[in-house]
């Protein structure tokens, strides 16, 4: 162990100064999103420096250092299941890593490894074995003759020891350092031979050198580079000497604020130590993805929060904690590591809201699936499989995560049937899959491959000419394709174009146009009589007044992400889009309503650009070269080789196959007309652009016109006016309802005339709901009154009865009119003294007034 108890913090601190010092640039950590569509989370440290590690771009640096921020839970790398029960798995780490871009190699690479262990850290070298590939008898060389480590200490590993990018591309031995943990943790033998858990990897050296071939071969890389990868954790418990990452400096605090908040110890019982695990990692997790920008969804990175923040709640639940404890866990993490990750404690209030919300939501959700999960498990019989369609009505109908019923049924000892749980998804998917085709009006019959495999793609035109000569290669029912089109068909949220092609028997009405098979454009045309066959020469032309608009609203819904994400927040990510002729919506990720200053300094944000009339730039290039230049590319979304991106401003600059105008200022004037939620964190914006905000503002000052006239004052004085009316109805009603009481109260000794033995029974007319009360109270305050009981049928429909009773009569108001309440179809909160039930028949009132009566007799 080392002489020294080293913390995380400064650890940190010090391999980031040995490499400084060393020529490496300090690099920060990049963001747990990573500019590579490929990847659902960025779960190494070179994933940053990619482009620069393959040559696809210089780097702006010979050499670097980081500590990277890591996850690994979803898709190929996934340590979530992990989690809790064993002594190393997380779902959230930090990689220390060092990197040269062609300037060192394997020799500076090893010395400075082994310096740092064992000059800075302290490690006993002792205690350290080091592999290498079976091939890389240079590595083998370097460590025993240059680093002097005993040739018995330094062993040979086969597919363990090399890396690869992919299939082919750069790749590369690599050697790996490892700390015996001692003869207690199992036999020696070295990491090739000893056991596992006696020999613990702590930091990985890749030798990026050859470049791999699809037949197999492979030939040196020019510029050979370092990739290296020091685990924070995992070397912290060696430094600590602890057996576990669990016991290093921060979970141990984190781990002790938990047991606070739970009143539970870890010593308890093996299943509480792991669900406070859980929650410990899962709280890291948590806060650092939406710290980054990750919003609780059921979709990629936003589904696995979820999972994420609802497996920790449910563990808590285990615990048995009721009341919410993420944001408390969020306080925490940002303790701990927002010194040396400022940017928690920037976001510190932000990521408590998302998580606060998201388990608020889950613990409806908790309560009501373990009731039914519960009830389901104890009426199985031994040996018994839970129920497909329970799992799937869990999944559906309450959101419960499947992998959430998986988790809890097998901590029971119980399966599933997996089997039929995927048979009624199937189902569903099946009936949705027919509802779409019901639904669909492509129309398109026949089997368009063949036509695609002949002429290939269409030809689309329609950026720079809005009419064109083509010639027409399919025509079925009212569905046209044609060699080549200026008609955009609809995707990527633009809808597609409407025009006409003329023929020389006359002009066809295009009304839609769409994308089937790759790249086919098909236009659906109006029905006619115009005959139109295969091998027709025609003109095609679009509306392009309608085009115009539309390009208008497609640049603004850009400019409008653009602001959103300045104004709002970097966690704003476009979530859908539709783009029309009279309108352009935008679905974007935030987590509350958008405040009506926060609309105009948007609005005011997007105008502005607007009025700078800047140049937009729309231009087909690689992927490579569009990301290169900053591009942003969305997780999930398929891009081909050739791109196109869209320059619109200084500040926004996105994949786009969309039509856009020539400059900003064509797009005129853009207003936001509605903002609302359309689902959990997941926000929608309509907006208007061109003359489309001027028509509106007209429309607008007519009808502040025509309020003007009718309250009779000038339009400045509209608002004093409308005060001044709403105050004259204020007065008009109450002066209203003081005549009402007025009449309510003047029947008060005709009713109590008609008693019989204390009781008042009777339908009543000319007052109100309140009045009705009023008159009940004042009938039962006359001398001899047990009980009234009085109804009303207003004109307006619907009915009302009031039950009062005298605290001296012994009665409950609200058991005499109990059955009453049903005969009206209503009901109403009971109370002893006074009840008040509103019903929908009218036409029962009698008979309701005749049951309370007898039962007021009854209770004599």
Known sequence: MAKKLLTAKSVRREFVDFFVKRGHSHEPSDSLIPNDPTLLFTNSGMVQFKSYLTGEKPSPWPRAVTVQKCARMGGKHNDLDEVGRTSRHLTFFEMMGNFSFGDYFKSEACAFAWEFITKNLQLDPDRLWVTVHVSDDEAASIWENEVGVPAERIQRLDEDNYWRMADTGPCGPCSEI?????????????????????????????FMQFEQYEDGSQTPLPAPSIDTGLGLERILSVLQGVDSVWETDEFATLLNSISGLTQVKQEESESSAISMRILADHARSSTFLINDGVFPSNEDRG????????????HAWLLGVENQIMALLVDEVVDLMGPDYPELLQNHEFIKGVIDREEESFRETLRAGLTILDASIADLKAEELLDGEVIFKLHDTYGFPLELTEEITAERGISIDSEGFNKAMNQQRERAKAARKESDESGINGDLRPLLDEHGPTQFVGRDQYEVEAEVIYVENHYVVLDQTPFYAESGGQIGDIGTLTTKNGIIQVVDTQLALEGLHVHRIEENTTEIKVGDKLKAEIDLIRRSSIRRNHTATHLL????RRILGEHVKQQGSWVGPDRLRFDFSHYEAVQPEEIKEIEDAVNAEILTNVHCNHYETSREEAEAAGAVAFFGDKYGEQVRVLEAGPNSIELCGGTHVKALGDIGSFKIITEGSIGANI???????????????RNLELILQSISERLSVPVDDVLEGIDKRINENKEIKSELNELRSALALSQVDSLVENAQGGLVVAEVTGVDQQGLKELATAICNKENVRAV????????????????????????AGVLVSQSAKTIGGGGRMNSEMTVIGGSKPENLQEALDQARNAAETAK
Request: glycine share 14%; charged share 25%; no cysteine.
């Open 683 to 697: 926000r929608r914006i309509e907006a208007i652009t061109g003359n489309a905000p001027i028509d509106r503002l």
């Open 561 to 564: 992400h653009s602001a959103l």
């Open 303 to 314: 589904y696995v929060l979820r999972r994420l923040i609802r497996r920790a709640v449910r």
């Open 789 to 812: 009981i009085l109804g009303l049928a207003p004109e307006g429909g619907g009915v009302a009865l009031v039950s009062v009773v005298n605290p001296k009569s012994g009665l409950d």
């Open 178 to 206: 490892f700390w015996d943990k001692g003869p207690e943790h199992g036999e020696d033998g070295g990491p090739a031979h000893g056991a596992e858990e006696r020999f613990v990897e702590v930091w990985n050296l890749v």
